[in-house]
């Protein structure tokens, strides 16, 4: 497993998401404390591309082997691609939850809502 | 503790004081007062050991259980012999007593005998998978329902008149909480009606339920039923008698995704309606959607076989708030007694079985269908059940001929007038090996003269 990082090109949500904004679509994950707190993960449950995400509600699901939780959109948009490596590899997000582990990229309805995200500093000093 | 050891005063005071609570009287603060009884319960006064033994033994002895009849009653409970090896087996304390293993790793037996028994479902249906059981039969239906809503996202539910009257009210009732809808599709000539069935199905069909056999006996066309939904969202689930599934095609080879059943006839008495158990098998697409836990087979560090619990996505434990599925305990201990059963019969013998059964069955149709005012429902084909029509005015007849059959120690089956209102006269006539050719002789003479005495109460009736 890596060491714990949080990247300083990325935006971050409270709830433990990443952003990587490239234009109006944004790459989405889970940070490093995320998947150091669910442990092993086994399942990543994708949203179907088109379907819709509402900044701060859950768009998908994630297992581990202590449970299974919601994965908190921090932007709003629609999805255009959901990372189907995770499907037989879903130990990506533990491993590279930066890379590899990416879960699903958002075409945004509003690229405003990026101000109200948190730069990497202010993330890890609220962990 | 000993269960006939009060709790003395002294030992109230240390617990409490243990704990640091003045007395028991505060451990319940919490609950609001509106909310208190601050009654007595009714109940009636306590009774000495030996009066509530007399007590019960009366009310034991108001029921009729099958050894007390020749019974042909079956309607979804058949009485199948149940070998002495299950009583000694489930009666072993490592089965019988343990409450749900939430470490279960350490209990390598409880994960041998599901893991073991979900590989005999897995055979029986031909699918993939099957998680170590649920309550019963309807409630597997139920689950699969869900299963479909969280699969599909579709909220109708398309189901067979054939299915299980218990299967298709579980059904209506667990659709107020899912938010579903349930449309049910006609039979005609004793099987599901292939147009009604097609034409009500559609984009926004969660799932279609049939039963194989189907509740008036009849074995189904169950690849067609399958097919017909082919082109839609929805899930289809078959709920099968596991016994006929022996000699009939497997749900896997008919493009069924979920295949579920009441488990009652593998190894568990009929037990004036339970305990038993459901299972639950699908197709690995549904793997994470299938309620309960599923055991799996591993190697332990030092490469030694070894059983773990592999998944449980459903539960309360995983997922927390979020969970829909709750089995607990299971039915852990019915569900041994099945796989204890088939074990017991083997490969050949529950083919066998069900050969007997058809052969059987076959026979007392031709026997009853020789008797006057006796004339069957269906001409389908039928494994272990089937329906006839009784030539008397109603329903309450079909029971006044069904107590004169019991007046003469024969139990002559299931009044389909009780669920089916379009076959008022309908009787259902169950077999199992337990039912001689003798005894089928026997029902065809006293079923023969109950209807016959019917007809001519009947007609004084009239003349009178």
């Known amino acids: 497993m890596a060491d714990a990082s949080y990247p300083t090109d990325l935006l971050y949500h409270p709830e433990h998401d990443w952003a990587r904004i490239d234009g109006d679509v944004a790459t989405l994950g889970i940070t490093w404390f995320a998947q150091d707190a669910l442990g092993e993960v086994v399942f990543f449950d994708p949203p179907a591309v088109g379907a819709t995400t509402t900044a701060g509600e859950s768009y998908a699901e994630v297992e581990s082997v202590k449970a299974v939780s919601d994965v908190i959109a921090p932007l709003s948009g629609e999805i255009v691609e959901v990372n189907a490596a995770l499907g037989d590899g879903p130990e990506a997000i533990n491993d590279d939850p930066y890379g590899g582990g990416w879960l699903v990229k958002v075409r945004l309805t509003d690229v405003s809502e990026t101000d109200a995200l948190l730069d990497a500093a202010t993330y890890e000093a609220s962990l | 503790m000993s269960r006939y050891t009060a709790t003395t005063a002294d030992d109230l005071k240390t617990m409490l004081d243990a704990i640091g609570a003045s007395s028991v ?14 009654r007595e319960l009714d109940l009636p006064a306590g009774m000495p050991e030996q009066d509530v033994y007399a007590h019960l033994l009366d009310l034991a002895r108001r029921n009729t259980s099958a050894e007390d009849e020749v019974t042909f009653l079956g309607a979804g409970m058949y009485d ?11 009666g072993r304390s490592e089965f019988l007593t343990p409450y749900t293993p939430y470490q279960p790793e350490i209990s390598q037996g409880g994960l041998q005998v599901m893991f073991e028994y979900q590989t005999a479902i897995s055979e029986l249906t031909a699918l993939p998978v099957s998680n170590a059981s649920v309550y019963e039969g309807p409630s597997a239906v139920g689950a699969a329902g869900y299963l479909a809503k969280l699969a599909n996202g579709k909220r109708r539910f398309v189901v067979s008149r054939g299915l299980h009257p218990h299967s298709r009210e579980t059904l209506r009732t667990l659709s107020h909480g899912y938010g579903t809808e349930v449309v049910e599709v006609p039979l005609k000539d004793g099987v599901t009606d292939p147009e009604a069935w097609a034409a009500a199905i559609d984009d926004e069909t969660a799932a279609v339920f049939f039963q194989q056999p189907n509740f008036l006996g009849a074995v189904e066309d169950a690849a067609a039923l399958a097919q017909a939904a082919k082109n839609s969202p929805a899930i289809v689930v078959g709920s099968y008698d596991p016994i006929p599934l022996a000699i009939l095609a497997p749900p896997g080879a008919c493009g069924v995704d979920v295949a579920v059943g009441e488990g009652q006839t593998l190894g568990n008495r009929l037990d004036f ?4 158990f459901g299972f639950f098998a699908a197709t690995e697409a549904y793997l994470r959607r299938m309620p309960g836990r599923i055991a799996g087979e591993t190697r332990d560090v030092d490469g030694r076989r070894g059983f773990v619990l592999t998944l449980q996505t459903r ?19 019915n569900a041994l007694a099945g796989v204890v059963y088939l074990s017991w019969l083997g490969r050949t013998g529950v083919v066998e079985l069900a050969e007997l059964l058809l052969q059987r069955t076959a026979y007392a149709r031709e026997a009853l269908g020789a008797v006057d ?6 001409d389908q084909p ?3 059940e089937f329906a006839v029509q009784l030539d008397v005015e109603d329903l309450e007849a079909v029971r006044r001929v069904i107590d004169r059959c019991q007046d003469a120690g024969i139990n002559p089956g299931y009044a389909l007038g009780r669920d089916y209102e379009e076959h008022p006269t309908g009787l259902l006539v169950a077999i199992t090996e337990q039912r001689t050719k003798g005894q089928i002789d026997r ?11 019917e007809r001519s109460a009947d007609r004084e009736e009239v003349s009178a």
Request: aromatic share 2%; proline share 4%.
């Open chain 2, 25 to 38: 009287e505060e451990l319940f603060d919490a609950i609001p007062e509106g909310v208190r009884l601050r």
């Open chain 2, 80 to 90: 199948h012999y149940v070998p002495a090896a299950i009583d000694m087996l489930l």
């Open chain 2, 273 to 276: 309606g339970g305990p038993s």
């Open chain 2, 315 to 333: 539960e309360q434990h995983i997922r927390r708030e979020k969970a829909t599925s709750n089995i607990c305990t299971s039915q852990a201990l």
């Open chain 2, 373 to 378: 005012g006796v004339s069957a429902l269906h």
């Open chain 2, 382 to 384: 039928a494994v272990r």
């Open chain 2, 443 to 453: 029902l065809a003479a006293v079923l023969g003269a109950a209807v016959a005495a």
